[in-house]
């Protein structure tokens, strides 16, 4: 369930709200137990992605580094070599 948490600081452009969010929804996702929330819990895990979308967001807006920049294509590129090589699969 967390493989779709990824690191979102210190790219270039900045992680998206979208992106945030995704985040924040596969956190509560895992530490729920739950994909999909029953009726009666949907409110409470609603509400629980939202704030952790927002302490998210306020944690990136506060980090600081002297490295430079990452570039998305360059990171997605690596991480598509490493599964190639886990999984035994050519990258393509």
């Known amino acids: 369930m967390c493989r779709n ?5 210190n790219f270039e452009p900045p992680a998206t709200d979208d992106e945030v969010r995704a985040s924040a929804l596969q956190y509560v996702r895992k ?17 629980a992605v939202d704030e952790v979308a927002a302490a998210a967001r306020k944690l990136l807006d506060s980090l600081v580094t002297s490295a430079p920049p990452k570039d998305r294509e360059v990171e997605a590129a690596k991480a598509k070599a490493r599964a190639a090589k886990r999984y035994g699969t050519l990258a393509s």
Do not use: W
């Open 31 to 47: 530490i729920s137990g739950t994909t999909k929330p029953s009726a009666a819990n949907a409110e409470a895990f609603d509400r």
């Open 5 to 9: 948490i990824r690191v979102l600081h």
